[in-house]
């Protein structure tokens, strides 16, 4: 029987070479995986259900104000609601 590294006709050391392929293979779809699907999964800042920690109503009331769908009328009157409903922390979020 003819060794890995027996010249005559082997296949001879190149053939180590191929565990190397499939690891970069294997950490290639392992990266892609980490990039697309398992994004965002159990990272903190997420709310249980998916939806973005800066979904909250206080974010969304400011983000209005600030593309200009309400004025700054609305914005305080809306602001008081939210703040009597939810309070506010530290953060200003």
Avoid: H, K
């Amino acid at each position: 029987m003819q060794t890995l590294a027996n010249r005559d006709g082997g296949p001879g050391p190149w053939i180590l070479f191929f565990p190397l392929i499939w690891a970069a293979v294997v950490a290639g779809a392992v990266t892609l995986l980490r990039r697309t699907v398992w994004r965002g999964r159990g990272r903190p800042g997420r709310v249980t259900d998916d939806r973005p920690a800066g979904d909250s109503p206080l974010a969304v009331l400011g983000r209005r104000f600030a593309s200009g769908e309400i004025d700054e009328d609305e914005y305080w009157r809306r602001l008081s609601v939210l703040d009597e409903q939810f309070g506010r922390t530290d953060g200003g979020t």
